[in-house]
């Protein structure tokens, strides 16, 4: 396969300068800066648990699928957001009520690794709960997450309730089969709140028909439409920031002329807001010559832009597959050419006459754009710059089935 002249591959970072390092080039000129605006944020390390890392250094988060770690991590990037929950860890304090039920905190190891996990043993069948009241905005969405264990119940539910107009957001629903006794489940729920509900009750356990134990650790309920990363709390609510990762490469790292920008990608949400890209420009707000491939406004849809001297060129979009997976995606540019690629297939082309940039154009990559608008929200696994100069399309080809199947 062809060498690329830019490869971030998430694997080092620098916890002073806040700088994720690709791999080439090796110069460290295509380093990007990561900025969470001196926020403190967790990732889950590489033996699967949650540990925080200080303000501004890059989390290089790994997958856990059915308590099995990846064995690789991506770079993980997220929107601002904010705990409402002002104990998230423990049950007893800071508004949670309970009905037959009794909390045993610090019983069992945490998804940190800690004894910081709580046993909840229920006493009645047939009216048990563990819950919370929050204050709410009408029509709004939220979501509500947490993480369980089983214990000896044969079933685990959890309930969302509209105090103000006395009704069920979303009734008592099962999510017992997601659950496991030998590893932690995150369980989560997004609801929007109806007219005029100003006040809501989250129960991460609800009447389930039976007695017996479960464990449970880490409850968050923010205002977004998916769950992002643990935020803790312990006596009041915390934000995370929203991050930026800016600043690789320069004129030497980029062909403006023509060039293939692939990247590997998965999201937590079909949407969450905006356009959500990684960028190749000159650095200019002006945002006339740019690259860009990523997420629409659209749910569910990869697209790819190409601006020459504010004139677009292509834009070309594929909604065939679900965003919340990891997707290998790649832009093809030169001059009467644009193709843009998902998992081994070519979804969408453009051959018409079209221009790209003139030399020396192109000089910097960014996960936005250079105004700091459209910041990419993903959990980055690969991003590879290639130039095509002296490459036939034949060959071309090739590569870009290589890269992306």
């Known amino acids: 396969m062809e060498q690329p002249s830019f490869?971030?591959?998430?694997?080092?970072?620098?916890?002073?300068?806040?700088?994720?390092?690709?791999?080439?080039?090796?110069?460290?000129?295509?380093?990007?800066?990561?900025?969470?605006?001196?926020?403190?944020?967790?990732r889950i390390n590489k033996d699967g648990l949650i540990e925080s890392v200080l303000a501004d250094v890059p989390r290089l988060n790994y997958e856990v699928t059915n308590g099995v770690v990846d064995s690789c991590p991506h770079l993980l990037l997220e929107m601002n957001s904010t705990n409402?929950?002002?104990?998230?860890?423990?049950?007893?304090?800071?508004?949670?009520?309970?009905?037959?039920?009794?909390?045993?905190?610090?019983?069992?190891?945490?998804?940190?690794?800690?004894?910081?996990?709580?046993?909840?043993?229920?006493?009645?069948?047939?009216?048990?709960?563990?819950?919370?009241?929050?204050?709410?905005?009408?029509?709004?969405?939220?979501?509500?997450?947490?993480?369980?264990?089983?214990?000896t119940m044969t079933d685990l539910k959890y309930r969302v309730y509209d105090l103000s107009n006395s009704g069920d957001i979303i009734a008592p629903t099962s999510y017992y089969s997601q659950t496991s006794n030998q590893y932690w489940q995150r369980i989560?729920?997004?609801?929007?709140?109806?007219?005029?509900?100003?006040?809501?009750r989250v129960y991460p356990v609800s009447n389930s028909g039976d007695t017996g134990t479960m464990f449970l650790y880490g409850c968050q309920v923010e205002e977004v439409n998916h769950a992002t990363s643990y935020i803790p709390?312990?006596?009041?609510?915390?934000?995370?920031?929203?991050?930026?990762?800016?600043?690789?490469?320069?004129?030497?790292?980029?062909?403006?002329?023509?060039?293939?920008?692939?990247a590997e990608l998965k999201r937590e949400a079909t949407l969450d807001s905006g356009f959500r890209r990684i960028v190749?420009?000159?650095g200019n707000s002006n945002l006339q010559n740019t690259v860009r491939l990523g997420y629409s406004s659209t749910s569910n849809e990869i697209k790819a832009v190409v601006k020459v001297a504010n004139v677009e060129q292509c834009a070309l979009v594929f909604a065939g597959l679900s965003v919340t997976e990891f997707r290998k995606m790649a832009l093809l540019y030169k001059p009467n050419q644009f193709e843009l690629w998902v998992d081994g297939f070519k979804?969408?082309?453009?051959?018409?006459?079209?221009?790209?940039?003139?030399?020396?154009t192109l000089n910097n990559l960014s996960f936005e754009q250079a105004t700091?608008?459209?910041?990419?929200?993903?959990?980055?696994?690969?991003?590879?710059?290639?130039?095509?100069d002296g490459m036939s399309n034949t060959e071309i080809t090739n590569l870009l089935t290589q890269l992306t199947q």
């Open 372 to 388: 700091g608008a459209d910041k990419l929200r993903a959990k980055v696994k690969d991003v590879r710059y290639y130039d095509t």
């Open 233 to 262: 709390t312990s006596g009041s609510t915390q934000s995370r920031a929203s991050e930026s990762c800016t600043g690789a490469g320069d004129v030497n790292t980029f062909n403006s002329v023509e060039g293939i920008l692939y």
């Open 188 to 200: 989560s729920v997004s609801f929007t709140t109806p007219s005029g509900c100003t006040s809501a």
């Open 84 to 151: 409402m929950v002002v104990q998230s860890n423990n049950f007893t304090t800071g508004g949670w009520g309970v009905l037959n039920v009794s909390v045993t905190s610090n019983n069992t190891t945490s998804p940190e690794g800690k004894i910081n996990a709580s046993k909840v043993t229920t006493t009645s069948a047939s009216s048990h709960s563990l819950y919370l009241n929050l204050t709410t905005t009408a029509s709004t969405v939220y979501t509500f997450s947490f993480f369980a264990k089983r214990g």
């Open 280 to 282: 190749i420009d000159n």
């Open 7 to 42: 490869a971030l591959i998430p694997s080092g970072y620098n916890k002073t300068t806040a700088l994720v390092y690709s791999v080439i080039p090796e110069s460290g000129v295509g380093d990007l800066t990561l900025d969470r605006s001196q926020n403190t944020a967790t």
């Open 347 to 360: 979804r969408q082309e453009l051959t018409t006459t079209s221009i790209t940039f003139p030399d020396n």
